[in-house]
């Protein structure tokens, strides 16, 4: 203790204040974020202990979704946050959006824009670079699977239709939702977002197999072209 109801080590906290033994006595729900984040980090730095640095993060990076978009180099430029601890966040948020899109039954159906955002919203909001990807469906609409087609800024010969409707033709589906995701937390759709959902949905007429929604993800709201009439 350094001063006065100051802390600089979890072990120095009141035990029924210490996070880890509060997640092992009431469960992670009665834990807060910052709590959270601590039994990840599992030490501070001198005169700041895991809790407060955890408190530090989310405040200078706007929130957990910011930390969890925080490229390592900024993380380690965190007074306290060296290459391991930023490693060790990464990885559980890469464990987290994971989980997430495997959570409910594999062949879950998919039928509106919110649904999408449930399967790959999560995942899609952490990646610091565009990535674009295919959702497969059946004739209910039940998810076959999904793949991503690319890596990088959206542009034509990224994301060309033979992309998307080689694995689609593969996998005998009815139907596909593309979706991807703009680093930059602005979900509006740009003028190639609007051309390449319309050549896809024209390959799609061709070949027999309908695009349902293009689906954009930004940081705080996504669009839809679907929910836009712009299919």
């Known amino acids: ?30 834990l807060s974020t910052s709590e959270l984040l601590a039994i990840i980090l599992r030490t501070g730095r001198q005169q700041r202990n895991a809790r407060e640095l955890a408190s530090e993060l989310l405040h200078r990076f706007g929130g957990l979704a910011g930390v969890a978009k925080a490229p390592i180099e900024e993380l380690c430029a965190v007074d306290g946050i060296g290459n391991a601890k930023a490693v060790q966040l990464k990885a559980a948020f890469a464990l987290g959006a994971r989980l997430t899109a495997s959570r409910g039954p594999e062949r879950a159906e998919i039928h509106t824009s919110r649904d999408v955002m449930a399967l790959v919203g999560d995942e899609m909001r952490l990646h610091e670079e565009e990535r674009f990807k295919i959702l497969l469906l059946d004739r209910k609409n039940r998810l ?88």
């Open 1 to 30: 203790m350094t001063e006065a109801g100051t802390y600089s080590k979890i072990k120095e906290l009141p035990e029924d204040e210490r996070p880890r033994e509060r997640l092992l006595r009431h469960g992670a729900k009665a």
């Open 144 to 231: 076959i699977r999904d793949e991503t087609v690319s890596i990088g800024t959206l542009d034509a010969s990224l994301v060309h239709p033979r992309e998307v409707f080689r694995s689609a033709i593969r996998a005998s589906c009815a139907a596909v939702i593309v979706c991807h995701n703009h680093p930059t937390g602005d979900c509006r759709p740009s003028s190639v977002d609007r051309e390449t959902t319309r050549r896809i949905k024209e390959a799609g007429e061709l070949v027999g197999i309908r695009l349902l929604d293009h689906v954009i993800v930004g940081d705080a709201e996504y669009y839809s072209f679907k929910d836009n009439d712009e299919l």
